[in-house]
């Protein structure tokens, strides 16, 4: 039973403009969300979280937003650049913290010159 | 400073045979956890470590175990390997668990393939 759900396996995304990837979750009790970008042969790395508290946070070209009435979010990369070109991850806690989280299957992110 | 060490990097195994996954975290982070990461399956969680206690531990057969030693480095095992098993296994370090907004740190992971 997959408690994160990242329905896109793949989006490919223009240089400069607005990537959006989405992920969805199952399980009420999650109060803590986190994306994670991931390039081949390296471990995933922390990109931007936000907490159950709040509906969107903003860190850079990054924005994460969050519907808890749909248990929907995303992540909104402006503008997209090469660099951006990853697996992205999003994953899920349910005590505000890093503890056992629940990851989706990702979505790979390309970014077209 | 140095960031989350796995050894080796590479590993193939066959059915039957047992391996061991080490995982050094970085310098000061006393909680250690383990993730595996198939293709359709994202990452899981294997289980969590703190002060050499198994804080967590996910939904995986007893077959997967792990230990944490005093200087906070972690090794996994994995015993009678199946096909399955085939999998990139991530460590991941952090100061302490339970923070709020405390980051997890990955390492590179280790590539364990089953024949």
């Known amino acids: 039973d997959q408690q994160v759900k990242q329905n896109s396996p793949s989006l490919s995304v223009q240089e400069g403009r607005i990537s959006i990837l989405n992920c969805d979750y199952t399980?009420?009790?999650?109060?803590?969300f986190l994306w994670y970008k991931k390039y081949p042969a390296e471990g995933p790395t922390f990109l931007i979280s936000i907490s159950s508290i709040k509906d969107k946070n903003e860190d850079g070209r990054f924005t994460v937003f969050l519907n808890k009435s749909a248990k929907h979010l995303s992540l909104h990369i402006v503008p997209s650049q090469p660099g951006d070109s990853a697996v992205y991850f999003c994953a899920a806690s349910e005590n505000f913290g890093n503890e056992k989280l629940t990851f989706g299957t990702g979505t790979r992110l390309t970014i077209i010159p | 400073k140095a960031g989350v060490t796995q050894t080796p990097r590479y590993l193939i195994k066959t059915r039957g045979q047992q391996v061991t996954l080490s995982c050094s975290p970085i310098?000061?982070?006393?909680?250690v956890s383990w993730y595996q990461q198939t293709p359709g399956q994202g990452l899981q969680f294997l289980f969590e470590?703190?002060?050499?206690?198994?804080?967590n531990k996910g939904n995986f057969p007893g077959r997967f175990s792990g230990r944490q030693f005093s200087n906070s480095r972690s090794e996994m095992n994995v015993s009678t390997l199946e096909l399955g098993d085939s999998a990139l296994y991530l460590c991941?370090?952090?100061?302490?668990?339970?923070?709020?907004?405390?980051?997890?740190?990955f390492g590179s992971g280790t590539q364990l393939s089953v024949l």
């Open positions: 470590y703190f002060s050499e206690t198994q804080r």
């Open positions: 399980n009420s009790m999650f109060d803590y």
């Open positions: 310098s000061g982070h006393r909680s």
């Open positions: 991941a370090s952090s100061y302490e668990p339970g923070q709020k907004n405390e980051k997890l740190f």
